[in-house]
């Protein structure tokens, strides 16, 4: 059955960095697009970045350009998220996506804390 697991959350300091990995089986990995969301404590999921299926094409969230890179590794169906300068507002449960149009996956979400 498809899976997509996330890990690499965890508390962080104000300025720090964490990187997130999100590992999927189940499905052809390079034919979706694949992206993270985020969910903060009473706001609406959000769209953090985001990549084409062969890694061509990524995009951004305003609110982290310059600071979150995404990357994906369609050898070991992976894909993952480098966030550096992490500041309180980041705060929140990030979700990795998988999807190509006609189908999309989601995967159960890992919580990053950033607080001194």
């Known amino acids: 059955q498809v899976q997509l697991v996330e890990s690499g959350g965890g508390l962080v300091q104000p300025g720090g960095s964490l990187r997130l990995s999100c590992a999927a089986s189940?499905?052809?990995?390079?034919?979706?697009?694949m992206s993270w969301y985020r969910q903060a404590p009473g706001k609406e999921r959000e769209l953090v970045a985001s990549?084409?299926?062969?890694?061509?094409?990524?995009n951004y969230g305003d609110s982290v350009k310059g600071r979150f890179t995404i990357s994906r590794d369609n050898a070991k169906n992976t894909v993952s998220l480098q966030m550096n300068s992490l500041a309180p507002e980041d705060t929140a449960v990030y979700y990795c996506k998988a999807y190509n149009g006609l189908r999309s996956y989601w995967g159960q979400g890992t919580q990053v804390t950033v607080s001194s």
């Open positions: 990549i084409s299926n062969v890694g061509g094409n990524t």
């Open positions: 189940g499905f052809t990995f390079s034919g979706y697009a």
